[in-house]
């Protein structure tokens, strides 16, 4: 059974940084999409970044770009979300996921929460004003 325990959420001021790590259990962690996804309350939940394929396809929201980087360590099944120049629109509860598919179906595929088996609890971050 795979696990995924989010860490690194908390309360920041507006312009701040964050980073957020996702550590997972399984013996295959390279072969795997990572994902990263937000809900803010009220909001559907949203694609912010993911990484595949050992760390050679990494995609964005557009608008996370430039502002958020997703990276892994595939050394200690780690993935981590790098967050930059917060805005209080970012408050929301951050998830790690993970697929196991391996089989590429285009970029957008790594968009949409369905497509993810795992997830994590889950990490509050708070951005102040």
């Known amino acids: 059974q795979v696990q995924l325990v989010e860490s690194g959420g908390g309360l920041v001021q507006a312009g701040g940084s964050l980073r957020l790590s996702c550590a997972t259990s399984g013996r295959t962690f390279t072969d795997y999409a990572m994902g990263w996804f937000r809900q803010a309350p009220g909001k559907e939940r949203e694609f912010v970044g993911a990484t595949a394929w050992s760390g050679a396809l990494t995609v964005y929201a557009d608008s996370m770009k430039g502002r958020f980087t997703v990276s892994r360590d595939n050394a200690k099944n780690t993935v981590y979300l790098e967050m930059n120049s917060l805005r209080r629109e970012d408050t929301a509860v951050y998830y790690c996921?993970?697929?196991?598919?391996?089989?590429?179906?285009?970029?957008?595929?790594?968009?949409?929460?369905?497509?993810?088996?795992?997830w994590g609890q889950g990490t509050q971050v708070t951005v102040s004003s």
């Open positions: 996921a993970l697929d196991r598919s391996r089989v590429y179906q285009g970029t957008s595929y790594y968009f949409q929460a369905k497509n993810y088996e795992y």
